[in-house]
């Protein structure tokens, strides 16, 4: 009996060497003094747990959603307003973070998922912004001025947040963690039929697949990875405001997953990375570094189809 | 004789005040190849659509193996043994041969909530995929790509995907458009060797192909049934000679 | 329930409804006969009342201010059209957000780096800054009336232009099926070119007649679009009826709500909760508003018809 040949997931040595360096990148941060960039790192691996999740969506299942930077907004607002009740227990809060990120997710999806295309985009966004302004308007929690978290969460004492290092391995577990999840999802049963009903809906009905279900499920698992991104980097900044879900942090997400290229495993991560790169780099030589990001966003949507994963990565789109 | 495999009565379906099918009344049995002829625009595809479960009837009903199914989803009809293909090939282009016809044997065993194993290690849906390519004769291009083959062979693999499910009835639109003499003499082949254990609903534009395997034809005009019978009773009919054959058997196409 | 209160929020509703009118028509001409989502159409707004607030105090005169910001800000929506935008219809949703995202963030800096980081405030002239009477017993600064009124007869040149002339036939043709227009032997482009900067200059239009009440400041057109947003998903995206009832509706919607949907959950909740919960509540109004409009009519008010 002939096997379908099992696709390689990617260039190992590569994605090998990269958790290499991510491993221990902390030791020579300590070794160089230069603790800020122990913070850009972990900034960079949030976000790209973040595109990660945004790609489950958008590149494995065409969903276009404008409004994904709503979910690190709950999942951070789930360290944060526990906190301002002297509430630090992690569990709780990290159960608050992905449950809250669930429940939006299903209750939004349920009608989003009813719309197709720019309707799609348009109503995601507007959800997220729904949130953005609601948050604004709480005056109890800051509201647009947001809220100073004092104490990271808590795990009984047995691992200790407040040390950076540590924070800094428990976000690279999460990453890693998110990527195997999105990896063994696209590639089962489930992930067949979500990239099936990306690939031709109709087709998917008629073989009898009850799409909706699968698409909603995927949306809600998309939702719950970014809640979890959401969860770290309240404890990473120390501080949440509405400002975290504003529409332009979707974008943001949005040309990371386009920038590493959608569809592909490792596309987000490196989306993120150039995209924190630039911050960082650009930021140093001119305040104006936007004006750059934004001529590059405008050259990869025309030229740029695939963005930079394909580099990492055969076979992109089916993994 | 049991009850028929499909019943459908008075179905009608409007477009804007157009009446795209008209209290459409026919009956299938196992075995049993039936089809659709009429001119274009007769309401063909919309019947089609209506049994399929795409479009909702405004009035009447289908039964299907002793079911009422008229308000069923896509889906729901898929699950209970109504397989089609479409006028237009509707495929997974992105994905292998295999991998289509797999997708459609998955959508029959049991739910896919089912997020860790590789889909590939699924032994059951590679081997039924690999036995459906066969029966068309594809089974020599499993890896190939479905964008990337040719007219014929999607309209094969639209078939294997199909018979792939192991569905007691098939909604055929148009198989053999579009193929050459040679993909028609092949696909009249497979269908003929279906006929035994389901039921076939034909809509077909290629009247050798209705004449060479049609066990009753039923013929449409402006969204009615005109007239229903054998192969020979349609040829001898004065209505469908005037509606329909008179100018010319294959006008239509 | 004062009755004064209430009639002086309504107008203020309407107001909000207008300017949402005008960035809406934009938008959803755009996404109906080019298939073009635009998310830096706000930036239009921006530059509208940049442009103004530059001019006016330059010439001292808010008239002349705002009749030379309207060509100009044409002029930077034919530009943005012929250099960038152009080049995107034939690709995918996404391709264009990521492009006019980008352009959101070039439009930002470069205001920016033009205007500086802080925002531009200008007086309206003494003619416009009375209050007239509407209603015996209520009074109403004069210059909402005068938006309002700007905005309610673009509406209806609009729907003029849209359903009585050529070109509107030609766009009526476009939003539903966009193959024939080019069938019609119309060079498409130039079509497309002037429908893009016929957005442009009323999202500037809106957003100068705005500037002098709140102030031109970089990235005021981001949020006000998605309210646009909310609105052509209302309407039914492509649909100029719809855009307009739509802006109607979330404009008095959103402006009724803040003012009083306190006073109406206090009917029902304690006054410390409906005092907490009001805010929150008349901020997602508009929302629920369309969730529940899609729900039912996953198209929109209006569908265009034939796509």
Redo the contacts between chains.
Sequence with gaps: MRQLVQKPPGRYWLVFAAVLVLLLAPAAIAYLDQPFYLDVLMRLMILAIAASSLNLI?GYSGM?S?GHSVYIGIGAYAVGIPAYYDQYNGLLQLALALGGAGLFALV?GL?CL??????F???T???A??MY??F?????YGGDDGLVIYARSDFAGLYDLENNVRLYYLVLGCLLLTLLLVHRIVNSHFGMVIRGAKSNDRRMQAVGFPTFRYRLTCYVISGMICGLAGWLMGNFTGFISPEMMD??RS?EL??MV?LGG?GSLFGPAIGAAVFILMETVLAEVTI?W??Y??????L???FG?GGLGGLFQRNRGTP | MNAPLLEVSTLSRNFGGIAAASEVSLELARGEVHAIIGPNGAGKTTLVSLLAGELRADSGAIRFRGETITNMPVHARAQRGLARTFQITSIFPEFSALENVAMAIQAHAGHSFRFWRPVTQNAILQQGALNALEQVGLAGIPERNAGEMSHGEHRLLEMAMALATQPALLLLDEPAAGLGPEETTAMVAILRGLRQDKGILLVEHDMDVVFAIADRITVMVSGRTIATGSPEEIREDENVRKAYLGDGVDEGA | MDSTLLVIQILNGLQLGVLLFLLAAGLTLV?GIMDF?N?AHGSFYMVGAFFCATLTLWFDSFLLGLLLALPLTLAVGVVVELL?VR??YQ?D???????T??????A???V??IWGPEGLTFALPEVLNGQVTVLPGIRFPIYRILIISVGLLIAAGLYWVVARTRIGMLIRAGASNRRMVGALGVDIRYLFTLVFGAGAVMAGLAGLMIAPITEASIGMG??IL?VA??V??IGG?GSIKGAFLGALLVGLIDTLGRSFLDGMLKLVLSNQAAE?SA??I???LI?IL??AI??FR???LFPPKGR
């Design positions: 958008l276009i404008l939004t009608i009813r719309t197709r295309g720019a309707y985009i348009m109503i966004l507007a959800f912004q729904m302004f609601t604004v308007s709480i005056e109890e529409w332009t974008g949005i040309a386009i959608p104006y936007h004006l990001l934004g001529l590059l966003l405008i990869v949507a025309k189809r | 996404f989502i998310l960038v080049h995107l690709e949703h996404l391709q264009q957000i990521l492009a995202f980008g352009l959101i963030l070039v930002d800096t470069l920016h780096i981001n949020e998605i947003f909310v052509i998903v995206i907490t805010p929150a008349s901020a997602m929302y369309m969730a899609l729900y996953p198209q929109g």
